[in-house]
């Protein structure tokens, strides 16, 4: 009942702090601005129509776009709170997709609108326009941040899109900066802030992000069974699912989020997850298929929308896009009474010189924090059923004190 009446002192606090910074950010320049060649907000008839988080020329969603293949999506980056599987609300950092927002709505779309590892999923050959917004921290109006978005993996970026502070610009408060990415890389990545990064990344500002290859679409038989999506290009169809999810695996230092909201020296020295989760979730928050509750901290705003709950029928095969986002941990995940095989390592396939297949079977992998794995579980023979997906480190299967939670989730088959 304390911290949250400290909480609440903070917000009243805050609002004197945030309508001097929005006259500061107006007389600078700065201005909240989505930046997305061809598009014209808000022209009927143009948007996020579908909903779906991402403004595509191929969905008649761009009016003039510079390309059929351009995509765009509007990002803030805030702060806000999220629930922990056993109940605990703690203070984080994040990123929220607001595409589709008007620019002069953005910041109140933005602000307090921190999500827990909000997806954003590309094809080859997309031409990927991101602008991100800083809308400040809320709860901390003592902190002027910048922040920059990192395309963890990506080899072609150029410095002024890669998001490093050293050598890049970054985004000050009120401010919005594009990006341009020519994806022609398909695999699994992630995004996060590089600014001031440890901190940043452990508070939450980390993001699912995988490329769909252009091989999709081809029918290929493989193993008498016939596909049309797959992990990479492979060309003779050995990455081929039919199903596929993130799994991104993290934690928070309850400690760290609590001596952040309290406005104490940060313990870096002694940063260990009691918080292990999967896409932002402890199980069994984990299996929901819904966005979880809003926290009444977040003034109803959803901060934890990515279930992990994995289905498939008998014979389907489901491809995992697995990666470790931890800043102080080594995760190892393993499926229980399924088959896993690594197709991909670090967005790349894995094949040899001459093209041979380097794939290989395991009941396990583990991941640094930065590393991602494809991993496809083939669940021909399998009889219907749960089947755990979940951390061998048995230490991160607890909610904090809680016994049986963290980094877990289920696959379910069905006949």
Known sequence: MKERNVMKRKYYLTISFIAAFLVAAATSGAAVHFQCPGYV???????????????????????????????????????????????????????????????????????????SAPPIVINEGDQFYLTVTNVGMLMRPDLFDPHSVHFHGFPQAAPIFDGMPDSTITINMGASQPYYYNIVH???????????????????MIGILYVRPAQDGTIINFGGRDYSKFAYNDVDGSTGYNVDY????????????????????????????????????????????????????????????????IEATVGQRILLRISSVSVSEFYTIGVMGLPMQVVGKDARLLRGPTGTPLYYNTSSITLGGGETADVIVDTLGAAPGTYPLYTTNLNFLSNHNEDFGGAMTEIIITP
């Open 41 to 115: 907000q808000p022209l009927a008839g143009s948007g996020d129509l579908n909903g779906d988080g991402f403004i595509r020329a191929d969905q008649g969603e761009i009016a003039a776009p510079v390309s059929p293949n351009e995509v765009c999506v509007h990002l803030a980056a805030g702060d806000g709170f999220a629930t922990m599987a056993d109940g605990l609300v703690l203070y984080i950092f994040s990123f929220s997709n607001i595409t589709g927002v008007p620019d002069d709505m953005g910041m109140d779309a933005g602000m307090l609108g921190a999500n």
């Open 246 to 309: 993130p799994i991104e695996v993290g934690g928070f230092d309850s400690a760290f989020h609590r001596q952040h909201i309290d406005i104490q020296p940060l313990p870096f020295a002694e940063l260990a997850d009691d918080y292990a989760m999967i896409n932002g979730r402890g199980y069994p928050d984990t299996i929901d298929p819904n966005p979880l509750p809003a926290p009444a901290e977040n003034g109803g705003k959803i901060s934890q929308r990515v279930s992990s709950r």
């Open 186 to 204: 398909p695999g699994t990545y992630f995004y996060h802030c590089h600014v001031e990064a440890t901190e940043h990344m452990e508070m939450g």
